[in-house]
């Protein structure tokens, strides 16, 4: 994901159980005081669910995207590094629905995320 390389997204785990991405705090991705923004964990949750839900597909599947997001934002990162676990809570047809926690280095709750992404599939061209 090219954005997930731009803010400097790792990926720590992979698998269709658990998708594990982390992100290191940075002056440059902050709001006033220091703090990370808050746009910055809800894309670091959301390419974690992306991932998981791509890990998640049925076999004739070409694809996902989001097309719903909820976040509670529960604390402020000042520093260290930020982890989002994202977890499968349906695996369906035409819906795959992610829940992702987000904590800091201590393991502090951060956020919390619950996504539903859109199976993707081709579609058949008219000739």
Same mark, same amino acid.
């Given at each position: 994901? =090219?954005?997930a390389r731009t803010l400097g997204i790792r990926t720590d785990e992979s698998t269709a159980e658990r998708v594990v991405l982390s992100l290191d705090w940075a002056p440059h991705l902050c709001t006033a005081g220091g703090i990370?923004? #808050?746009g910055v964990i809800m894309a670091l949750a /959301?390419? %974690? #669910? #992306?991932a998981c839900a791509l890990l998640n597909?049925? *076999? /004739?599947a070409t694809g996902t995207t989001t097309i719903e997001s909820k976040t509670n934002f529960l604390g402020a990162v000042r520093g260290g590094t930020v982890t989002a676990t994202a @977890? =499968?809570?349906h695996r369906g047809r035409t819906t795959v629905v992610v829940e992702t &926690?987000? &904590? /800091?280095a201590n393991g502090r709750l *951060? %956020?919390? @995320?619950?996504? @539903?992404?859109?199976v993707l599939r081709a579609t058949a061209s008219i000739s």
């Open positions: 994901m =090219p954005l990370l923004h #808050g /959301d390419s %974690a #669910g #992306g597909l049925p *076999v /004739d @977890t =499968p809570l &926690t987000i &904590t /800091d *951060v %956020a919390k @995320t619950t996504q @539903t992404q859109m």
